[in-house]
């Protein structure tokens, strides 16, 4: 079995032409990691997995691997397994000879490749279909086929590019915890494209995130997303609150600051109460409802500050007071921990 693999980049920049698609992106993967790239279309993402796998060579910077200088070593040399969107499976090829292909083009013996084969089918879920041809498989079936395929030969780094982008909700769930699962079983180290938020705070180690060619914070989720380093990534990580500090209605209001720089307070909604009163305590501030937007199990509120600022919350239905009706004065209060500046 290979190891799992430590990639390091260092001031990795790409061009094609005049375009600058990826500047100065430099990180370390760790040994067994789970990495994801997430950010906007045109990011950069893909982009940047490319330089990793070889198939696209740097414009400017180096990789290693293990401390190795790989930059120009050619992607077959490499040996990254790869999972990209179309599963590009063999069609005539049944599940079995698709996984035991690249053990194949390695030249192993056929009881090794058939021990293996066997081993993969099983730890994908896919017991009982190893004869099938891909088209007789559903698209969540087919895209494990892809990913027992890229696992097969043990790979140091694994390189997967929005792999579930094809598959329904609720499929894509279950395939997020086998991945997840899939992981923690090979060591492996993986590196996975998304542009959804939620999938990568549920499946990564840490979070590069990239915005416009460039890698605006690397972090664990928790940290990104409780403590992003700018309003790019804040915003990018899901709804939050950002007060301007002289223009958001605290005037006259003793309120605990977290420690920091910038002029707005950022608070994430789900740390934002709500009440009819002022609380007798704490950080709060006065609102005045615009909206509410019913969407079942929870409500969406549209507020303004004094100061004329937007706040958005979202609450459980139930725990709203009935008879909410726009033009409504409330309160929102929030621990001051969970606050900070941007
Ligand atoms: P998406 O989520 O839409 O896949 P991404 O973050 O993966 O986006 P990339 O595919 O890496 O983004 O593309 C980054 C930028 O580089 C885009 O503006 C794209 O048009 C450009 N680009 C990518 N490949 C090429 C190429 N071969 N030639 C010219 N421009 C390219």
Do not use: C
């Not at 990239?210 to 940290?223: D, T, Y």
């Not at 420690?259 to 305590?281: C, F, T, W």
Request: hydrophobic share 40%; net charge neutral; no cysteine.
């Amino acid at each position: 079995m290979t190891e799992a693999a430590e990639i390091g980049a260092s001031g990795i920049g790409k061009s094609f032409g005049r375009f600058t698609a990826l500047k100065d992106i430099t990180l370390t993967i760790g040994r067994g990691e789970f990495l994801t790239l997430l950010g906007p279309s045109g990011s950069g993402k893909t982009t940047f997995l490319m330089v990793l796998s070889g198939f696209e060579p740097a414009s400017a910077g180096r990789l290693t691997l293990n401390g190795r200088d790989i930059t120009e070593t050619p992607p077959e040399a490499r040996g990254f397994g790869m999972v990209f969107q179309g599963y590009a499976l063999f069609p005539h090829l049944t599940v079995e000879e698709n996984i035991a292909f690249p053990l194949k083009v390695q030249g192993r013996s056929a009881k090794d490749i058939a021990a293996r084969v066997k081993e993969m089918v099983e730890m994908v879920g896919l017991g009982g279909h190893g004869h099938k041809k891909p088209a007789s498989l559903s698209g969540g079936q087919q895209q494990r086929v892809a990913l027992a395929r890229a696992l097969a030969y043990a790979p140091p780094v694994l390189l997967l590019d929005e792999p579930f982008s094809a598959l329904d909700k609720n499929l894509r769930g279950q395939m997020q915890e086998e991945m997840r699962r899939i992981h923690q079983d090979t060591g492996t180290t993986f590196v996975f494209v998304t542009h959804d938020q939620e999938e990568a705070l549920a499946l990564s180690s840490r979070i590069a995130i990239f915005e416009r060619g460039q890698l605006q914070q690397i972090a664990p989720p928790r940290e990104i997303y409780e403590r992003p380093a700018n309003r790019f990534v804040a915003e990018f990580l899901g709804d939050i609150n950002i007060l301007p500090l002289e223009a958001g209605g605290f005037e006259g209001r003793s309120l605990r600051l977290p420690p920091g720089q910038g002029s707005n307070l950022a608070i994430r909604p789900e740390y934002m109460e709500l009440s009819l009163a002022q609380p007798a305590e704490g950080n709060a501030i006065p609102l005045r409802l615009s909206d509410l937007t019913y969407l079942g199990a929870t409500t969406r509120l549209a507020l303004t500050t004094a100061g004329g600022v937007p706040v958005v919350l979202q609450r459980p239905t139930a725990s709203l007071p009935e008879g909410l009706n726009p033009g409504a004065e409330l309160w929102t209060s929030w621990e001051a921990g969970r606050g900070f500046l941007l």
